[in-house]
């Protein structure tokens, strides 16, 4: 990709940093939920859950994950006060257990968050391909569809911040209003009533519970996002926590609901059947055959453009963990470079960028071999990196959890119990099992068909990215001791 005029050569500089005082708290919420793509998860994690569980209280199953995701966002925001780096998990990990766990955690983080983007462009353009040919018969290869999309988002990367921020505010605020919408309409429909059939311990207290907890913590990832921005918030020692404990409510309390809307629309007895016919169509069948076609067809168009938030929220994310390692010089110091006119991270938005146009094309050559057709991005590369990508940020807020609770058993900072110990530890026995609980679903997650080596495969990759920052970090402290001296003594608040 070339620099656009915006960002030519003459601009860049690995001294300007990222942009000061520009994020709202609003700012920081529609930069959170974006990630977490209202649309995406109503439409297709939803039901995706229906279907492989076989359980109607997946609504249940949203309302606990926001639990356990707000019992780990008292500690994680108060960590956000002491400590502002985009690089927030290898800062965060750094400051509380050190240097070596910290870059660990650094690989760990930059893998996964490139993994859930790069994914999503599988689904992106198979989405917006089967939109584009349903509707003028054109028939439009996924990879160039998802390129489209990879053009726009590499923009908008190499540009500030606040205007990404505007456009996904855009975005996220006609996602909510589909989804609230087609939630009437199932209420209004309700072949079988509105009940809380849902909600009834037998519907999720058994076996499957494990299955819903590992499908659903996919809808919240992104969340722990707004960490990465707190150099770039109006005021990092309030905005962060505000932000994250705002996002996760609205996620949890809005998925809980709409699936429940979703069940009751299509009949709790029909939820689970209907889903495994439909999968991530269900929604925009019910519509047309409530006569709503009008409304499908603008669902349609936002889940794609819910897609594409998805896409520039986790651009945007890990072009700022290449940036703050860049400059922390645990990768190359030109990874620091950013836009003296608009303090974009440049080079960390043209990497992530390289990456991605990169498993693009790989994805594209291989995918022309393929018998699966047209769903060949949606089963192998959307399927595969976003739940790798999953498993490894899980992972990640679970060591994050006990980093917060070493960080303060040093220095308490006026904190109280419940923030520096407790809730903290709570949070890291929640995530540690919904982490276990993935592991153990992984075949499932990922759609394999008895055994197969990439229920080995890609948690290997993800975690083996872990133990090589570990490997580096001490590559680095007997090479360059300056370097890691100067990561050892930093202030972190």
């Given at each position: 990709?070339?620099?656009?005029?915006?960002?030519?050569?003459?601009?860049?500089?690995?001294?300007?940093?990222?942009?000061?005082?520009?994020?709202?708290?609003?700012?920081?919420?529609?930069?959170?939920?974006?990630?977490?793509?209202?649309?995406?998860?109503?439409?297709?994690?939803?039901?995706?859950?229906?279907?492989?569980?076989?359980?109607?209280?997946?609504?249940?199953?949203?309302?606990?994950?926001?639990?356990?995701?707000?019992?780990?966002?008292?500690?994680?925001?108060?960590?956000?006060?002491?400590?502002?780096?985009?690089?927030?998990?290898?800062?965060?990990?750094?400051?509380?257990?050190?240097?070596?766990?910290?870059?660990?955690?650094?690989?760990?983080?930059?893998?996964?968050?490139?993994?859930?983007?790069?994914?999503?462009?599988?689904?992106?353009?198979f989405a917006l391909a089967s939109f584009v040919s349903a509707k003028t018969d054109v028939d439009v290869p996924w990879w160039a569809a998802a390129l489209?999309?990879?053009?726009?988002?590499?923009?908008?990367?190499?540009?500030?911040?606040?205007?990404?921020?505007?456009?996904?505010?855009?975005?996220?605020?006609?996602?909510?209003?589909?989804?609230?919408?087609?939630?009437?309409?199932?209420?209004?429909?309700?072949?079988?009533?509105?009940?809380?059939?849902?909600?009834?311990?037998?519907?999720?207290?058994?076996?499957?519970?494990?299955?819903?907890?590992?499908?659903?913590?996919?809808?919240?990832?992104?969340?722990?996002?707004?960490?990465?921005?707190?150099?770039?918030?109006?005021?990092?020692?309030?905005?962060?926590?505000?932000?994250?404990?705002?996002?996760?409510?609205?996620?949890?309390?809005?998925?809980?609901?709409?699936?429940?809307?979703?069940?009751?629309?299509?009949?709790?007895?029909?939820?689970?059947?209907?889903?495994?016919?439909?999968?991530?169509?269900?929604?925009?069948?019910?519509?047309?055959?409530?006569?709503?076609?009008?409304?499908?067809?603008?669902?349609?168009?936002?889940?794609?453009?819910?897609?594409?938030?998805?896409?520039?929220?986790?651009?945007?994310?890990?072009?700022?963990?290449?940036?703050?390692?860049?400059?922390?010089?645990?990768?190359?110091?030109?990874?620091?470079?950013?836009?003296?006119?608009?303090?974009a991270p440049v080079a960390g938005s043209i990497a992530q960028s390289a990456l991605a146009l990169t498993l693009i094309v790989i994805f594209a050559v291989?995918?022309?071999?393929?018998?699966?057709?047209?769903?060949?991005?949606?089963?192998?590369?959307?399927?595969?990196?976003?739940?790798?990508?999953?498993?490894?940020?899980?992972?990640?807020?679970?060591?994050?959890?006990?980093?917060?609770?070493?960080?303060?058993?040093?220095?308490?900072?006026?904190?109280?119990?419940?923030?520096?110990?407790?809730?903290?530890?709570?949070?890291?026995?929640?995530?540690?099992?919904?982490?276990?609980?993935?592991?153990?679903?992984?075949?499932?997650?990922?759609?394999?068909?008895?055994?197969?080596?990439?229920?080995?495969?890609?948690?290997?990759?993800?975690?083996?990215?872990?133990?090589?920052?570990?490997?580096?970090?001490?590559?680095?402290?007997?090479?360059?001791?300056?370097?890691?001296?100067?990561?050892?003594?930093?202030?972190?608040?």
């Amino acid at each position: 990709m070339t620099t656009s005029p915006t960002t030519s050569t003459q601009d860049l500089s690995t001294e300007a940093g990222l942009a000061r005082r520009t994020l709202t708290v609003p700012h920081l919420v529609f930069l959170i939920i974006a990630a977490s793509a209202p649309l995406t998860v109503v439409a297709g994690g939803a039901p995706t859950s229906f279907a492989v569980t076989g359980l109607t209280g997946v609504p249940v199953g949203y309302l606990a994950l926001g639990l356990i995701l707000v019992v780990f966002a008292i500690g994680y925001g108060a960590m956000s006060a002491q400590v502002q780096n985009a690089g927030a998990f290898y800062a965060y990990v750094s400051a509380g257990l050190g240097v070596r766990q910290g870059i660990g955690a650094s690989m760990l983080a930059l893998i996964s968050y490139n993994a859930m983007q790069v994914g999503l462009y599988g689904i992106f353009g198979f989405a917006l391909a089967s939109f584009v040919s349903a509707k003028t018969d054109v028939d439009v290869p996924w990879w160039a569809a998802a390129l489209v999309g990879f053009v726009v988002v590499g923009w908008l990367g190499l540009n500030k911040i606040d205007l990404s921020a505007k456009v996904l505010a855009v975005v996220v605020v006609l996602e909510f209003a589909v989804v609230i919408a087609v939630n009437v309409v199932s209420f209004v429909v309700a072949p079988e009533g509105v009940g809380a059939e849902p909600f009834a311990p037998e519907n999720w207290a058994t076996h499957g519970i494990g299955a819903v907890l590992a499908f659903g913590i996919a809808a919240f990832m992104g969340f722990e996002s707004g960490a990465i921005y707190s150099e770039e918030v109006k005021d990092p020692r309030r905005s962060v926590a505000r932000a994250t404990f705002i996002a996760v409510g609205i996620i949890a309390l809005f998925y809980a609901f709409s699936a429940w809307a979703l069940a009751v629309g299509v009949g709790v007895s029909n939820v689970v059947p209907l889903s495994q016919e439909y999968g991530p169509d269900l929604m925009f069948v019910f519509l047309e055959e409530q006569g709503t076609v009008l409304l499908a067809d603008i669902a349609n168009v936002l889940f794609v453009t819910s897609l594409f938030a998805a896409l520039m929220a986790f651009h945007n994310a890990a072009a700022r963990y290449f940036f703050s390692l860049g400059r922390a010089r645990v990768l190359p110091h030109v990874l620091a470079s950013s836009s003296r006119r608009n303090h974009a991270p440049v080079a960390g938005s043209i990497a992530q960028s390289a990456l991605a146009l990169t498993l693009i094309v790989i994805f594209a050559v291989v995918g022309a071999r393929s018998e699966l057709g047209p769903l060949f991005p949606v089963v192998t590369m959307f399927t595969w990196l976003t739940n790798a990508g999953a498993f490894g940020l899980v992972f990640l807020l679970f060591i994050t959890s006990i980093a917060v609770i070493a960080y303060f058993w040093r220095d308490n900072r006026g904190y109280p119990a419940l923030v520096r110990l407790w809730a903290p530890a709570l949070a890291a026995l929640g995530l540690g099992t919904v982490f276990a609980l993935i592991l153990v679903n992984f075949d499932v997650m990922i759609g394999a068909e008895g055994p197969s080596p990439l229920v080995v495969v890609m948690p290997a990759i993800i975690l083996g990215a872990g133990v090589v920052g570990l490997v580096w970090g001490e590559v680095l402290r007997r090479t360059r001791p300056h370097v890691f001296a100067a990561l050892r003594d930093a202030d972190v608040g």
